[in-house]
């Protein structure tokens, strides 16, 4: 009774240090679920420190957009200010500068839009009633023509 009784404690011993064994095993051969959490932990971080970038980015582009818009009535408050100093205290009364209507705003927020501009041609274009660049006469003056006769050079002495 003995013998079974050992065998059965060495059965169950050897099942538990071989289920231990097969659970480290398995850890081991399967790192790339915990690579996968990490990665997409890692993802999640850059995304939101990307709209967090993009975040700052658009509210300094607004800020320095208001600032500009202040300068600019600040400037337009300082031309009509002088521009009524020279009318007041100019001689003839007329002065040379203009005031800058108040109101009308600084920066649109629409973007103008730029006239199509065309490709540039990558050949000179050929003008009525002479040949193109392409002709193989091109740049040639007619009159400068070699002629059949011609005259002979004088011997070098």
Known sequence: MQDISSLIVVAITCLLL????GYFILGRTKPGQQNR?????????????????????????????????????????????????????????????QAIPEGRPVLDSKPVEAAPVA???????????????????????SEKKPSDNPEPTPPLV
């Open 119 to 141: 490709p540039p041609l990558d050949y000179a274009p050929k003008q009525p009633g002479k040949k193109g660049a392409l002709h193989e006469e091109f740049g040639m003056d």
């Open 18 to 21: 071989g289920a231990a064994i």
């Open 37 to 97: 959490a990490a990665l997409e932990k890692q993802f999640n971080d850059m995304q939101q420190q990307q709209q967090d970038y993009q975040q700052q980015v658009s509210s300094h582009f607004d800020r320095t957009g208001e600032l500009l818009n202040e300068l600019a009535e600040s400037y337009r408050s300082v031309h009509n200010h002088i521009v009524d100093g020279a009318q007041n205290l100019h001689s003839s009364g007329i002065s040379p500068l």
